[in-house]
């Protein structure tokens, strides 16, 4: 759904001689989507005169400065830093001057992605009209007193530190949010707005913020009067941010058995508990269809770390859902299919039949030379994709590859994926299948003349051709019903890269030697023998043997095991002083 808002606002002088309130919003410039919409209005405060600067200024630097932010901050953070430099540029002027000059109210609003943030100090008001109720989300700062209530404790300007309120919550289609001086809505009550905004939906923002304006100064209101309306038409994707405080926010659902429900999906099966993720099958009674069901393992409820890697996971399925990349992935849901409100963090994706490579693989499937080519070329697209986006998925293997009963191949699980957004604990984690990791990853590198070493650097972070590296482990394990070009490799082993694998067709005959060379080149030990690209992998796959790929050249011993001179060394040495022993024992003296 495409980003789209209507936005109107009114301010009137009304019976007092100048305005001092003022109101503004921005939309984000081309390329600044994922930051969202601000709007805002500050009320000045008449004692001491300059109000009507300190509002305008407020709201104005607030609301250009905000887009000069990094995206990588937390909404509130933005606002908080923008709003502390205001507060503290207004109250160093103020400390020069007695009475105080230049203080004002301030309400704020972001709307991004799929969620809103308020920024409130005074008793300007924001309210929310939703589903035909209204719902009031500020709280005025003064004094709790019925005469006293026009006096602030607290405004912009006002002291060195300012404490401001923030709310947040989801936005959804047909949301209306009011921001309101104390000249509207001290004399419109909540009953009576609410009245005004039904009464006559369909119209504008700007006719209804006209509209709220008038009344409020037909009612009597002796102040200046200002409303700002919103109407929210569409959302934008789901930010990161967003995802992130659903996940902290809603509790993980516990243990679910066959037969029990969760927001009106029924549970048909546990296919995977890995200690970590517990992965569900389940059912929509009415329309009989099934669905994934993915959250964390109850006893990791508390993990802050795993709720934020999880959270990373459903921002980047969405994401990846906009593009050419979809095709080749498991469509994400965000929203239950059932209608129902989400009581606990969950990920809901489609459920599609079939099995995944690794299950044909133990099942003894024997893939034909054609339907390996085929399998390979359409994980190579996908890559390429994902890769185009910035995306490394890290856990390329049979495991995640599933051929559904739909003929598509789908790439699974983006847990663990690389976007540039993720998680640190995600970043820093050692992820992927041992098996399937290339040699860098581990900090063993092939250097021109020297020999490697069990480590010999610095570990690499994974990039794009360790996804191809993965693919290219896949496709010898096709070729040759399930062998691993460079064995079982386990955690931290020593000495697992130190030999060329063997040719695929020394496994398999059937294999020709195009192929070979491809597998080969793919798995190649020296990074700068494999491809570089996932779009040069696919392209020798798809020409064959019309022009086929020269072999990677053997690795010379001395760069395959750097001992193996003093090994050899050792044996000689060995070899005669066994001769040596012999000749003094037995041989005639």
Request: contains cysteine; hydrophobic residues 40%.
């Amino acid at each position: 759904m495409s980003f789209d808002i209507d936005i109107g606002f009114t301010s009137l002088t009304g019976k007092k001689e100048i305005n001092e309130d003022f109101a503004a919003a921005m939309l984000p410039e081309v390329g600044q989507a994922s930051m969202g919409a601000i709007v805002a209005i500050a009320d000045g405060v008449s004692t001491g005169g300059m109000g009507r600067e300190a509002a305008q200024t407020t709201v104005t630097s607030l609301v250009r400065d905000y887009f000069g932010t990094p995206e990588t901050w937390d909404t509130t953070v933005a606002l908080d830093r923008i709003i502390g430099a205001q507060n503290a540029w207004l109250a160093g002027i103020n400390r020069r001057r007695h009475p105080a000059l230049g203080l004002c109210t301030l309400t704020a609003m972001v709307l991004r992605g799929q969620s809103y943030a308020v920024a409130h100090v005074g008793d300007t008001r924001a309210y929310l009209l939703r589903a035909g109720r209204l719902t009031q989300l500020t709280h005025d700062h003064v004094v709790d007193h019925p005469d006293l209530r026009h006096q602030l404790t607290r405004s912009v300007g006002l002291e060195d530190r300012l404490v401001v309120d923030y709310s947040q919550g989801d936005v959804q289609v047909g949301d209306v949010f009011m921001l309101l001086s104390d000249g509207v809505h001290g004399k419109l009550v909540d009953k009576k707005l609410q009245s005004l905004m039904q009464a006559d939906a369909k119209q504008s923002c700007q006719a209804l913020s006209a509209l709220l304006v008038d009344a409020a100064l037909a009612a009597g209101s002796d102040d200046n009067a200002t409303a700002l309306v919103v109407h929210v038409r569409g959302l934008l994707d789901s930010t990161l941010a967003d995802e992130n405080r659903h996940a902290q926010q809603l509790p993980i659902p516990s243990r679910l058995k066959v037969g029990e429900q969760i927001d009106g999906l029924t549970v048909t099966a546990t296919v995977a508990d890995n200690g970590i993720n517990v992965l569900y099958q389940v059912r929509d009674p009415a329309s009989k269809q099934l669905y994934a069901l993915k959250t964390l393992n109850p006893q990791r409820a508390h993990d802050v770390e795993e709720r934020a890697m999880l959270a990373h996971e459903a921002w980047l399925a969405k994401r990846m859902m906009t593009g050419r990349a979809a095709e080749h992935l498991v469509t994400i849901h965000e929203r239950s299919p059932t209608g129902v409100s989400p009581t606990g963090f969950y990920l809901l994706y489609d459920w599609h039949g079939g099995e995944t490579l690794q299950q044909m693989l133990d099942h003894k499937h024997k893939f034909g030379i054609a339907q390996a080519v085929t399998a390979a070329s359409h994980i190579a697209k996908a890559l390429g994709r994902l890769h185009q986006q910035s995306v490394i998925h890290r856990d390329i293997k049979p495991a995640n590859l599933h051929q559904g009963e739909d003929g598509v191949l789908r790439v699974l699980d983006l847990g663990v994926a690389l976007s540039g957004r993720e998680p640190e604990s995600t970043r820093l984690l050692h992820a992927g299948t041992p098996s399937y990791m290339n040699p860098e990853q581990w900090g063993l590198h092939v250097k021109a003349n020297v020999g490697t070493s069990d480590k010999d650097g610095p570990e690499e972070k994974p990039d794009a051709q360790s996804d191809l590296f993965a693919l290219g482990i896949t496709l010898y394990q096709l070729l040759t019903g399930g062998k691993l070009p460079y064995g079982d490799v386990l955690p931290y082993q020593v000495g697992r890269y130190f030999r060329d694998p063997t040719a695929p067709s020394r496994h398999n005959p059937e294999v020709p030697i195009w192929l070979d060379h491809v597998a080969l080149k793919a798995v190649a030990r020296d990074k700068r023998l494999r491809f570089e690209t996932a779009e040069e992998f696919l392209l020798a796959l798809q020409r064959g043997a019309s022009r086929p790929l020269t072999a990677p050249p053997a690795t010379p011993l001395i760069q395959r095991d750097p001992t193996a001179v003093w090994k050899i060394a050792l044996a000689v040495s060995a070899l005669f002083n066994l001769l040596l022993v012999y000749w003094v024992l037995f041989l005639p003296k």
